[in-house]
């Protein structure tokens, strides 16, 4: 019967059956495992005392627990720097000559304009040069000089393709596999099929930025028709990183520490007049399993115990780059523990540059660049990078034209439009090949035109590095099969594999 | 069974179906292994107890028969391609021992006595039958070659047609399937009351056994008990006086009257039913759930219902005929109508996607969760199987489910749907639609005035620009920005992009904004007004109801379930095995028109072996954590037995028998010795108590049969009440340890608080209850983090923009908070609230961590804690009269010497650290106010007391 059982358990079937009524999900996804373990262990586990099992109509219960994927999976976790606004892809992966050729001509192609308010065909040259890098020769341009260190080991996708416009649709097509909002994003989905491997932290986590959260708010880590159990969890760019994982500020410390210990006395005393039930006991040491997990989500929100090198390495020192080298930091050491996903945002979406892009690229890149390519170094140099999937990127790219704000005569404002045809972003670890560059797009950099990526193939990929089948992992809500990709022609792109 | 199998042709069944059947499989699995639960004759307590430890070698010794335990697992796995379905996969028909002989295109499937000559063991134990992802189980296996090896014997001879062997006499026999029979109460003759009859039946069964039940808990205790159980609400510390200085013999009889009388108890039990009727205010959309904004209308009547003690039988029928209890056309001015109109909002709960995608399968899945949620609520059966093809488990026929189907089909019509919003129905009353369009008018003229007054604004804009330009254009401006776009002149439209800031009144007016923002939000803090009118509407009575189609509607068999395949026509009725021991066939008896009231008639009618039974169930189930019947939503083959099948039967008819009064049945349950055991262990119960071989115990009871009941067992009780006195206790065996599931019920189980009453205790105990009762729904929306909080979203320019305050409302009962199916506040999903997918019939009472953080942490509990703590500073000076105060409102308890100096160190060594607290802010409160700390402290305390398993669970 046992094996019964788990031959229902991996992603193909949906449902899982399980036989612990108690074992139930929870808000912010986030401990119901690490009581079920510890009560195991300890042998607590309530209304299981040698009594028999009921042939009950039990619920379908989900749960947490590491699970092995059908395939063997070279990724273990992934990391997710999301750039949403949509970086520009033609200042910073793409070089053209044809567009320093022809800067300040007019395009004549056929062009998808965003904006047509403010559309110009005038054709805007990167404004920052780009060279060769790394043993590779991978050509970075000059606002990105650390991640022109790293380029031997990563993968540069340059033919990036979606159609789909706007921010939010981008977003979700990029994260959910679908266009409109409330879809189960990727994190919920590895989650599901995979579990956590660490049982004190949340399984999956979605790092905001301490200027706001991303444009989507809630669904950009929603579980949507998965089980909440698989919802991420905001971990706060501030104190508190986690709502009711931290005291109140006044209960901090001793103060908690005197509650609990009051708390258990109490409950020891009302456990004795009950000696046969186990739920009583159980309930006492899920105080005991909260008072821990307090402490190994601080400790793991805690970078103080890290050296000055990597402190350093991280741009953490520096205020341009403290904030988001943090957040890296913190990335790194929750994979270390076990985290399954985490996704790294910035606020609102702060990448898109339809004007001042000759000040505000710049600004965004001098914050994220050093992190970024110190969080790849210091998995690599940890051997993580292995069994980590790194990825860079947004949810479209930039025009080759001009973008001119309203009433600005002189052009010193201007910026790009939305590209949603051609863009770049580049990925790590994993499997992934280093020092490598996958596709192209036409000379104005505009199209993909050559093994163009949709966003249907990127999260296939995705799937197919942790060990699992995009075209099988999907779950039934009634009538309804939800998967992450419900795209038959997508597939893995096998190109950038090493 | 007469009915023959219908021609049937292939199909896929859905995911969903699958999955169910998945799901169905392992349920019937582990009921095998338990032996004898199945077929469910046996005195159910003894196999659930007593036999669980030998379950797995039961077969062994036991002598298997074809109809009992072979064909269950055949049915389940072979017969669909093996029998039912026209073309027999390999010639092989697996429904009776002769086909199975005769063999098909391999042979012979069958060798008495040689399992290993059988090519139908074979092929299952190789797993190449049945394909597919499910296979036999071991113990399925092992059952199937021992029944073999017996010489694969059948009960009986089998009949020459193996559609007549559609159902087996075993599973027509099932006990739930049987009529209601007033039981002899054991010891009979001196019976006072029902309750005493609760107390023989329960005492009979556990001295049987060779238990003995508890001693009565003590008063405090039963007050808390019968406080949450009545009205999920703690009893006050002015209640508890109250009820401990009552010493006139009837006490406890007034204090249940008055919980009963509670307008709470209708919240509290009508919550209940809202589970079984699977209330949710959402449709179920898995992305964008569309609220349901009037559902709650329905709620009011449920809660309605229960404080009127409106009859159980009148319930059902209100609520499954409600519109057709109403002669002639519902009048919105006629509350009464209003009311019954809204009782078939029980048949509008279902999930429904339809508005969004009105899709025949969509369609489809409404009807059959409206049909789940109705038979698994009222007949505690769960018919869905038999949507595609005959009950796997259960004698239900595929005939019998679009039969009962038919019933409904003429207001849920599949072929002429509408989808929810055009399905409500307006019963609004004539004053109330008058005072709405007053209102509505004030708001209009009001709007009109606004737009006439900035429209003369932006005019002046308008001319503040023209004049701007040179005076010799002015004119010509003019003209040109009010000459239509297409109508300009090429002069005029370069005169216009000469001077970019003259644009049409319409166009100024969308950008005032721009050309003046202090005016723009002038005219925007108007149009807020408006907006503030508007709300001052009194409410329209706007119902989730049913009406029949007037014009006829058509039922037919789907094949597989598919509503693509109609197969043949089929008139409404109920479920024919439901029927059977009925005076006339029922069955048949549905009539053509106002079908729905004719079910609901027949249910009601004092001979329907089910409807009784269930809501028997369920009040049990909610006084002692579980049913009598363990699957309160499954009295079929697949649910459990009763535990005490005379006594739900007595219960059944005495309720029928006084006027399916749900109120009275509260009474006589709560007025039993057994409901007012104690749930401690005794203190002196150590290993005195010398237990009885179980196994002795085991065998003796194995041999009693439903009614059969042991005689010296029954005089003892007759003699000594429930609580069965004996020289000597070395007779009783320990229930803690040899019953730990309490089904003998020797004592009061110990149950965690289900998540509404955690939530209103805090509320209760810490003084901020708002008691309002009905109405709409408090909204609970997302904060920015995906939280679910009380409030409602803010936008700004279509973003989120903080949460509005719900004020007093959020201190509502947790029954009016809206339940959106995926969007429930995030304490009562932390608690188990269930999500409704259609329905539910027992709470998960889970204990997981997020639970302890969030009593630790969470903010609203913190500020609970804190004003739960000003009550007791407020109360008195005295910090030991506080404390009682305070274990009176967290326990209804007494505090002890020991207690008192336990919090009081508590208090002071928390004081303390909050004195220590360098916390600058802090600091300078501490200044103005010495006495902060230990107020604090005091919080504090207030915190663990709400955190504790005292407070968390009921005695």
């Not at chain 2, 219908?6 to 699958?18: A, D, N, R």
């Not at chain 2, 009529?179 to 001196?190: L, Q, Y």
């Not at chain 2, 336990?902 to 600091?923: K, N, Y």
Request: hydrophobic share 40%; net charge negative; charged share 25%.
């Amino acid at each position: 019967m046992q094996s019964d059982r788990s031959q229902q358990r991996g992603p193909g079937f949906g449902r899982l059956c399980s036989r612990r009524h108690w074992l139930q999900s929870s808000a912010f996804g986030l401990g119901s495992v690490a009581t079920a373990l510890l009560m195991r262990q300890d042998g607590l586990l309530a209304q299981d005392g040698g009594s028999l099992k009921k042939p009950d109509l039990e619920p379908v219960v989900y749960d947490l627990l590491p699970k092995q994927p059908p395939r063997p999976a070279r990724a273990k976790a992934m990391i997710s720097m999301f750039m949403m606004g949509g970086p520009s892809q033609i200042d910073l992966f793409d070089p053209k000559p044809e567009l320093v050729k022809r800067h300040g001509q007019q395009f004549a192609g056929d062009i998808q304009f965003d904006n047509a308010a403010q559309a110009s065909r005038q054709i805007m040259a990167p404004q920052w040069e780009f060279k060769p890098r790394g043993e590779c020769g991978m050509e970075i341009s000059d606002l990105l000089p650390h991640l022109a260190e790293i380029v031997d080991d990563i993968t540069l996708i340059r033919s990036m393709h979606s159609a789909v416009n706007n921010h939010f649709p981008g977003f979700f097509a990029m994260n959910t596999g679908g266009i409109v909002g409330g879809r189960a994003t990727l994190g919920s989905w590895l989650t599901y099929a995979l579990g956590s491997e660490s049982q004190e932290l949340p399984a999956y986590v979605a790092l905001t930025h301490p200027w706001g959260l991303p444009i989507c708010g809630g669904d950009s880590w929603t579980n949507g028709g998965l089980p909440s159990l698989y919802q991420g969890t905001v971990v706060r760019p501030t104190e508190p990183r986690m709502f009711n994982l931290n005291p109140p500020p006044h209960l901090r410390g001793s103060a908690q520490a005197q509650q609990l210990q009051f708390l258990e006395e109490m409950n020891r005393q009302h456990a004795e007049r009950f000696p046969e039930n186990h739920d009583l006991t159980a309930r006492i040491a899920s105080y005991q399993l909260a008072a821990r997990m307090q402490l190994s989500a601080r400790e793991a929100f805690d970078i103080s115990d890290e050296t000055a090198d990597t402190l350093e390495m991280y741009g953490v020192n520096n205020d341009t780059t403290r904030d988001y080298g943090t957040r890296c930091l913190i990335a790194r050491r929750l994979v270390e523990r076990g985290v399954r996903f985490v996704q790294i945002f910035n606020n609102g979406q702060s990448w898109d540059h339809h004007g001042a892009i000759a000040t505000e690229l710049p600004a965004r890149c001098r914050e994220i660049d050093q992190p970024a390519a110190a969080l790849v170094k210091d998995l690599k140099q940890r051997g993580l990078l292995d069994s980590t999937l790194v990825h860079w990127g947004g949810e479209m790219g930039r025009l080759p034209t001009i973008q001119v704000p309203v009433g600005d005569t002189e052009l010193k404002n201007v910026g790009r439009d939305h590209n949603t045809y051609g863009f770049s972003m580049w990925v790590a670890g994993a499997g992934i090949k280093g020092g490598h560059v996958h596709g192209a797009t036409d000379e104005f950099s505009h199209y993909a035109i050559q093994d163009k990526v949709t966003h249907h193939d990127w999260l296939t990929t995705v799937l197919d590095r942790f060990g699992l089948d995009a075209h099988q992992l999907h779950f039934d809500v009634g009538t309804q099969r939800l998967a992450l990709v419900e795209n038959p022609q997508a597939r893995v792109v096998s190109e950038i594999l090493a | 069974m007469a009915t023959a199998p219908k021609p049937i042709h292939p199909g896929v069944m859905t995911s969903w179906q699958l999955d169910r059947c998945l799901l169905w499989r392992l349920v019937w699995i582990m009921a095998c292994l338990l032996g004898g639960v199945i077929c469910g004759v046996e005195s159910p307590v003894s196999a659930q107890v007593d036999k669980s430890a030998k379950a797995a070698d039961a077969p062994e010794s036991l002598e298997l028969y074809f109809e009992k335990h072979v064909r269950p697992i055949l049915k389940v796995h072979c017969f669909l391609c093996h029998g039912e379905e026209p073309e027999l996969a390999g010639g092989l028909d697996l429904r009776l021992v002769r086909l199975m002989l005769t063999g098909g295109d391999s042979g012979s499937a069958l060798m008495p006595h040689d399992s290993s000559a059988s090519l139908l063991l074979d092929r299952v134990t190789t797993d190449e039958m049945p394909p597919g992802a499910k296979k036999l189980t071991t113990e399925e296996k092992q059952t199937l070659r021992q029944w073999i090896e017996q010489g694969a014997r059948t009960r009986r001879a089998e009949p020459d047609d193996p559609r007549e062997a559609r159902f087996t006499e075993e599973e027509l026999e099932h006990w739930a399937f049987q009529p209601i029979r007033r039981s002899a109460v054991p010891g009979d003759a001196d019976l006072t009351s029902t309750a005493a009859a609760i107390d023989r039946f329960i005492g009979a069964a556990a001295a049987d056994a060779g238990f003995r039940g508890s001693p009565s808990a003590d008063r405090r205790i039963l007050l808390r008990r019968l406080s949450f159980n009545l009205t999920g609400l703690p009893p006050s510390p002015e209640e508890t006086a109250a009820f401990l200085a009552d010493d006139g013999p009837d006490a406890y009889e007034r204090v249940v009257e008055r919980l009963l009388a509670s307008p709470h108890y209708g919240e509290r039990w009508g919550r209940h039913w809202l589970d079984v009727a699977g209330y949710a205010e959402s449709e179920g959309q898995v992305v964008g759930d569309r609220p349901r904004p009037h559902a709650w209308r329905y709620r009011d009547y449920v809660v309605d219902a229960f404080n009127h003690d409106l009859p159980y039988d009148q319930f059902l029928r209100e609520q499954l005929a409600g519109d057709q209890m109403i002669e002639g056309t519902p009048d919105p001015n006629n509350d009464q109508h209003a009311r019954l109109m809204a009782a078939t909002g029980f048949l509008q709960m279902a999930p429904d996607v339809t508005q969004t995608e009105d899709t025949l399968l969509n369609r489809n899945q409404t009807v059959a969760d409206t049909l789940q949620t109705v038979t698994s609520a009222v007949l505690g059966l769960t018919v869905a199987c038999a949507q595609c093809h005959d009950h796997r488990y259960d004698p239900i026929t595929i005939e019998d489910y679009y039969r009962l189907r038919a019933v409904f089909d003429p207001a849920l019509p599949i072929h002429q749907w509408q989808p929810p919003a055009q399905r409500l129905f307006d019963m609004t009353d004539d004053e109330t639609k008058a005072e709405r369009a007053n209102i509505e008018a004030a708001a209009v003229a009001k709007q009109e005035d606004i737009n006439e007054r900035r429209r003369a604004h932006c005019q002046t804009i308008q001319d503040r620009e023209i004049a701007a330009a040179p005076e010799e254009v002015r004119e010509a401006l003019r003209q040109a920005v009010n000459t239509p776009a297409g109508e300009q002149t090429p002069e005029q439209k370069a005169l216009l992009e000469a001077h970019p800031k003259v644009r049409t009144i319409d166009w100024i007016v969308a950008q005032l904004v721009e050309y003046d923002g202090p005016s723009h939000r002038a005219f925007q803090a108007e149009e807020k007004e408006v907006a503030a009118l508007r709300e001052t509407k009194p409410l329209d009575r706007m119902l989730m109801a049913v009406k029949d189609r007037t014009e006829p509607v058509a039922s037919h068999v789907l094949f597989r379930g598919d509503p693509q395949s109609p197969h043949q026509a089929v008139e409404p009725g109920e479920i024919e095995v439901l029927s059977r021991h009925r005076a006339t066939a029922t069955h048949e008896i549905v009539a053509a028109t106002n079908r729905r009231l004719a079910y609901a008639e027949q249910l009601t009618d004092g001979t329907h072996p089910l409807a009784a039974r269930v809501i028997v169930n369920r009040v049990w189930q909610h006084h002692f954590g579980h049913g009598l019947v363990r699957t309160p939503g499954e009295f079929g083959l697949n649910g459990q037995a009763p535990s005490h099948p005379e006594l739900l039967d007595y219960l059944a008819h005495e309720l029928m028998a006084n006027g399916w009064s749900l109120k009275w049945l509260q009474r006589q349950i709560v007025q039993s010795k057994v409901f007012q055991q104690s749930s401690a262990a005794p203190q002196e119960q150590t290993v005195a108590v010398k237990h009885v071989v179980t196994e002795q115990v085991a065998t003796e009871h194995t041999v009693t049969e439903f009614g059969a009941t042991n005689c010296d067992a029954v005089a003892t009780v007759a003699a000594t009440g429930f609580i069965a006195e004996s020289p000597t206790p070395t007779e009783f065996r320990d229930a803690r340890r040899e019953d730990p599931d309490n089904r003998y019920l020797t004592r009061m189980s110990l149950r965690r608080l289900d998540a509404e009453a955690v939530r209103d205790a805090i509320l209760s105990v810490s003084g901020q209850l708002n008691p309002q009762v009905g109405g709409p729904s408090v909204p609970v929306a997302e904060d920015d983090e995906g939280k679910a909080v009380i409030g409602t979203r803010l936008l700004q320019d279509g973003l989120f923009a903080g949460i509005k305050d719900a004020g007093e409302q959020a201190r509502r009962r947790s029954l009016y908070l809206s339940t959106q199916r995926a969007l429930q506040l995030n304490l009562l999903h932390t608690f188990d609230l269930p999500e409704m997918k259609p329905n539910c019939h027992q709470r998960n009472l889970s204990t997981v961590t997020p639970q302890a953080l969030l009593l630790m942490n969470d903010s609203w509990v913190v500020q609970a804690a804190q004003a739960m703590s000003d009550r007791l500073w407020l109360s008195n000076d005295q910090a030991e009269e506080r404390l009682r105060l305070a274990f009176e409102l967290a326990f209804t308890s007494e505090v002890t010497p020991e207690e008192i100096s336990a919090c009081l160190e508590f208090v002071a060594g928390q004081a303390e650290l909050f004195r220590q607290d360098p916390d600058a802010t802090w600091q300078q409160q501490l200044q103005e106010q010495p006495e902060a700390a230990e107020r604090r402290a005091w919080a504090s305390l207030c915190q663990m007391l709400m955190a504790s398993n005292r407070f968390l669970y009921l005695e």
